[in-house]
């Protein structure tokens, strides 16, 4: 064997690991919660601030609906331009219960900031979009944001979330549909005056009345979307 053969092999093997590398620092905390009936639908779930720990009671009742939900750390898609959302839809769909077809995509407060704002341009991917108290301050383009969006969606927002400042609050919400139902876009929206941030099961301002219809519309919004 040639020196240069030899050279020629090292460098491509070398090539080799760093994309193995390169592949593995891109796979992130994944959960997998399957259906009762072993495989279904996916329905991709980003959680917030909080992290993955305080979205698995939810998650496992939305896979007792029959879909197969896949649990990420939102935070780590905070700051991707996207890149987040789309590497984790491309993660999920690679589990073991997962049937083929789009996703739905389901995100809380951070997580479901990244969903609505980016998620919401990829009707290739994504059949439709559930957002619970998503943080939405960061989104200033309103008529930007309406032209952009394609894909269906259900937001719920606490009447009286002023976390951090002002991240996730219900008016935001409502300027978003706003500008949305002006150009003819579906963003169906459900403001609870009584509900703060994280009345999600487990959250910190749990609310038991909100949760159960919140969750509910959850159940309603993903068999039409999955239906479709």
């Not at 491509?12 to 997998?32: D, H």
């Not at 996703?103 to 341009?121: N, R, T, W």
């Not at 969606?153 to 219900?170: E, I, M, P």
């Not at 579906?186 to 959250?203: C, E, I, M, R």
């Amino acid at each position: 064997m040639s020196t240069a053969f030899r050279i020629a092999a090292f460098a491509a093997l070398c090539g080799l690991l760093t994309a193995i590398t390169a592949v593995q620092a891109q796979q992130k905390f994944a959960q997998e919660f399957p259906p009762p009936q072993g495989n279904g639908r996916l329905v991709v779930l980003a959680s917030g601030m909080s992290g993955p720990a305080h979205y698995t009671t939810v998650a496992q009742e939305i896979a007792k609906l029959g879909y197969d939900v896949v649990l990420f750390d939102g935070n780590a898609e905070e700051g991707t331009r996207g890149s987040g959302v789309r590497a984790d839809i491309q993660q999920a769909q690679g589990m073991p219960h997962v049937l083929p077809g789009k996703v739905a995509l389901v995100g809380f407060s951070l997580g479901g900031g990244e969903a609505l704002y980016y998620g919401s341009q990829w009707p290739d991917q994504v059949a439709g979009i559930v957002v619970w108290y998503p943080a939405n301050s960061f989104i200033h383009d309103l008529p930007g944001f309406a032209g952009r969006l394609q894909v269906p969606l259900v937001v719920f927002a606490g009447g009286k979330d002023n976390y951090r400042n002002g991240c996730c609050t219900a008016s935001n919400d409502e300027a978003l549909q706003s500008a949305s139902k002006a150009v003819g876009k579906s963003f169906d929206l459900t403001v609870y005056p009584d509900a703060n941030h994280d009345f999600v099961k487990g959250g910190a301002n749990y609310n038991a009345k909100d949760y159960a219809d919140a969750f509910q519309h959850t159940a309603d919004a993903l068999k039409i979307y999955f239906a479709n």
